[in-house]
């Protein structure tokens, strides 16, 4: 600040003499100005001189700092200002982490973006504006001037609300489709991809999601025409329709699995607590065939209402806890570090300078069934030891090397958890996975509270428990073009889990302990044959958006099959930051409970 000031306060004196000498020069000699003799005039210049260096002046040199003080604030400001902008506009164009769906409004500013790929939203054609306002005014009147639900399609908000005749209605719906995508903008290797296909730079494709991935059966055909010597047309190809894709999802689940979210975290509220806690996911799916029956998520937002954010399952992730025990008990099974049925007594660990671990509660007596029916992190801990090939002793060290950490994650990965799940939505980001190798972290690592997974990677994992084999998740049952079938959907098996038959019917077997007795127990109707794993997390948030997280959390997840024999249906629910340990009081509210025993209830009672 001292150079700087002493910088500008000379710049300003040295312009503060240039204009008192302009002054002096500008105006015009008169003929009656009266002479002076040189000695005088050298007199009034050395005043002048003396004045415009204000030796003595502190009123001054105070008046000068002054100015430049707050110049330099200014400055700092404004420069400030700059880089805020320019990071929250980079930030828009970086986005990753939902669909941009728009059934009605025109007006929604999130543009999400593919990784790595930038988009900068254009300005928007006044015809296109006119096309999708229409369209919304007609929407309106059809639906006496009520918000049409969002999940409805536009094709089916057509035929409701504007005409009942299907081929106008068709056509209505294409142009505003067209006008609703208009905004949209592809990459120029995308561009030249379909280029290279037989588009042309005026044709509507699908941008993101399942409109992308099976934009070559939705896209139809266009009808060719010969151009006569006369230079009219002449019709030698019909256009045809696009074909129709038929989604896995069931439509009653689906709107249940929402509902449900939305009352348990409205619930939620009213617990202690619960000020962090906003977004719950649901997920269901055929666990034999990797077909997803529903797929939720709900964020309560500041005002009271509710935002869809169901595409976050592919690409956020979270640490799940005692849920992932279910694959790492498995590194005990495959290479001989427990005795199936061997009892041990649930106690603590203490490694060198790391505080000491322990299970929730003691357990008492426990064998791997047992271990995993209440969730005895001891258990976990004692088989990761043995790996690094030690025997336990307090204030040990570990030694533990990236080699054990791999082994784990293999095991994992076979399941389906720190891997893609082949999901057909383009844009999927499998969990994060940690660099540090540390022997505390190994533990940790054992019982999830180490590495992320994303709900499609635990809806995965558990399906996987259930048939023994790691399958692609698919939203797409067939693809059909009216009553013709031109594609239908067959299981995608990636690899087989990597344990024995033997060891993965002892997973189950625990599973089911953990719902008939276990932490479980209260999740399900009483006397359902279900099996499953429950977990609570530490998690962290940056509540204060600093970019540093300030505040530890808990989070809690369920997930399980059922029925556990030939099982029908598998369930995720996840509930992030549902708690936290600085409140008044240790109220804890069990929303992943309640949403898995309402979903478990209706599944129950309807299928």
Known sequence: FGVIGSSVTGVVRILVKGFLWLLGKSGPESSNTPQMDDETQEDIEDAMQRELEYPDSPIMQALFEGMVFAIIIAMIIAIIYMIRT?????????????????????????????????????????????VRKLYKKHILKGTGGKAPD?????????????????????????????????REQITKEEKDNYLNNGYELTDLVGISYLEKEYEEYLKGKKAKYKVNKDYTLSKIEEEEKGNDLVLSIDIDIQQKVDEILK??????????????????????????????IAIGGA???????FSDISLNTINKSYTIGSAVKGATIGVGYKYNLITPGAYVNDSCVKLYFVPEKCSFKRLGKVNDLTALANSSNYYQYMIAIKLTGNTYKPNMKLNATIKHFDIYRSMLAS????????????????????????????????????????????????????????????????????????LKNEINVLNDVDLNLESLERIREGMRLVLSEGTGKFYVPKGLDFAGKTGTSESFLDTNNDGKVDTATISSTFTGFY??????FSLVVITPNVSHKEGKTDAFYFGASKITKDIVTFLKDNY
């Not at 975290?265 to 997803?292: C, H, M, Q, R, W």
């Not at 964020?299 to 209402?305: E, G, M, V, W, Y």
């Not at 029925?563 to 029908?568: L, M, N, Q």
């Open 299 to 305: 964020r309560l937002n500041d005002d009271d209402t």
């Open 150 to 182: 969002e999940t409805v399609l536009p094709s089916v908000l057509t035929t409701e609300n504007i005409t009942a005749d299907s081929e106008l209605s068709e056509k209505i719906t294409a142009v505003y489709e067209k006008a609703r995508y208009s």
């Open 415 to 486: 399941f389906g958890l720190g891997v893609k799940t082949e999901i057909d939505l383009p844009g999927e980001q499998k969990g994060i996975i940690g660099k540090t190798v540390a022997d505390d972290l190994l533990l940790n690592l054992a019982i999830g509270q180490y590495d992320t997974y994303t709900p499609v990677e635990v809806l995965q994992y558990i399906n996987s428990v259930a048939s023994g084999k790691r399958m692609a998740l698919s939203l797409m049952k067939e693809i059909k073009n009216k009553d013709k079938v031109i």
């Open 563 to 568: 029925p556990s024999e030939d099982p029908k």
């Open 263 to 292: 009352d348990k975290i409205k619930l939620g509220k009213k617990y202690g607590n619960t000020e962090y806690f906003k977004d719950s996911y649901a997920l269901v799916s055929n666990p034999l065939s990797g077909e997803i």
């Open 86 to 130: 320019y990071v929250k506009t980079f930030n828009k164009t970086k986005k990753l982490g939902s669909d941009y769906i728009e059934y009605i409004s025109p007006d929604d500013e999130n543009v999400r973006a593919d990784k790595d790929v930038s988009k900068v939203k254009t300005k928007e054609p006044r015809e296109v504006r006119s």
